[in-house]
């Protein structure tokens, strides 16, 4: 199959740039497009068909579900039952944007959308593509990341490319998305609510809301402990990896400087090809090493954004090993330091 990069001007959005992609969609096929948190991969949330083609497209296990993206809130009635009231004061406060609702669904999402699971996933995105491609095709779009299962996340158009050439009809192309990490999931299910997926919604932004929210034991774990099970089934498996091995060292600065530049060293003199990961404050304190700044520390927004380009820049490079700098874990560091020990595969040095 020929995949079309379909460029789309953000500044000067017309309905009829969205047509084809939206004709796609009602046609069961599906189509990459760009959201404020990462490039999602669409397909009609309401055929199971379309829901496979994700899944086969991806080669993702069929157990993870996907995500629901809406237009506007009302549609929550159409996809989901027993919606407690403080999901109408969520959707209120943080729609459209990076937040994910897991709501008990109703018969019309198939199985083979929620992985089989009795509960749905939905969110109302505030990009302009992708809502317009929503109302456009006139179908709720079930999208999960259009990464090839396991990689990090796209967050232009040239990574969907990278992953999924030849596999699906078409992508958008609008650029490269503001937040660069997907979304915060909040599980309303459950006699408390829980974040299953810290995001760019913090807890402390859900607490001006849901005053009783907690996190789910698996997204603050440090170690890899199979007691303890993600909820988010997205959660449970190897993520984000870049093909090199990635070890994360913890402590203060100037000691983690230290410590990833002999260690780097070291390897490196083994004829490894290594990187290192750092920071726009620390970049030019190694010596000798190829490194890459995945952002400010003073603005951990800039490190969410480039995180996932940089794990991928990463595998370009063809990098063996590769060792990183810890972030503070306020915040948006909260989702930052969870894709970043996911990707590491929990390989943690306490210095
Ligand atoms: P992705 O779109 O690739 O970010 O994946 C969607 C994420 O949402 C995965 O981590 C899923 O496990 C999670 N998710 C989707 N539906 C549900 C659900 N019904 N219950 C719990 N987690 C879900
Ligand atoms: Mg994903």
Not at 221 to 235: F, L, N, R, S, W
Request: a negative charge.
């Amino acid at each position: 199959m020929e995949t079309r990069v379909i460029p789309v001007d953000r500044e000067h959005l017309h309905r009829d740039m969205l047509a084809e992609a939206a004709q796609l969609l009602r046609d069961g096929e599906l189509v990459a497009f760009p959201t404020e948190t990462v490039y999602g991969l669409g397909g009609d949330a309401l055929d199971p068909d379309a829901s496979r083609r994700i899944y086969a497209a991806k080669g993702r296990p069929s157990d993870n579900p996907l995500i629901v993206h809406i237009a506007d809130t009302g549609a929550l009635r159409v996809l989901a039952e027993e919606i407690p009231p403080e999901a109408w004061e969520l959707a209120e406060r943080f729609w459209p944007g990076p937040m994910t609702m897991i709501l008990r669904k109703k018969a019309i999402v198939p199985d083979a959308t929620t992985g089989g699971l009795p509960t749905v996933a939905v969110r109302m995105p505030s990009d302009p593509v992708a809502a317009m491609l929503i109302r456009e095709s006139g179908v709720f779009i079930a999208a999960p990341s259009a990464n090839a299962s396991g990689r990090p996340s796209p967050t232009c158009a040239e990574h969907v490319y990278e992953d999924l050439n030849g596999r699906i009809p078409m992508i958008l192309d609008g650029g490269s998305v503001p937040i660069g990490l997907e979304s915060t999931i909040v599980d309303l299910t459950g006699e408390i609510p829980m974040v299953l997926r810290p995001g760019f919604i913090t807890i402390e932004q859900l607490r001006e809301v849901l005053p009783t929210v907690e996190y789910d034991p698996a997204v603050i774990k440090k170690v890899k402990d199979e007691t303890i099970v993600a909820k988010a089934p997205g959660m449970r498996y190897r993520h984000y990896a870049p093909k090199g091995e990635l070890t994360i060292f913890e402590g203060d600065l100037a000691a983690v400087v230290a410590r990833v530049q002999a260690e780097a060293e070291a390897k490196a003199a083994e004829g490894y090809r290594v990187a290192v990961l750092a920071s726009d404050e620390t970049k030019d304190l190694y010596r000798g090493l190829t490194v890459r700044s995945v952002g400010d520390r003073e603005e951990e927004s800039t490190v969410a954004a480039h995180l996932f380009e940089t794990l991928r820049e990463f595998d370009r490079m063809g990098a063996e090993y590769i060792y990183g700098e810890c972030f503070p874990e306020e915040g948006v560091g909260q989702a930052v330091m969870n894709r970043l020990m996911k990707a590491a595969g929990y390989r943690i040095v306490k210095i």
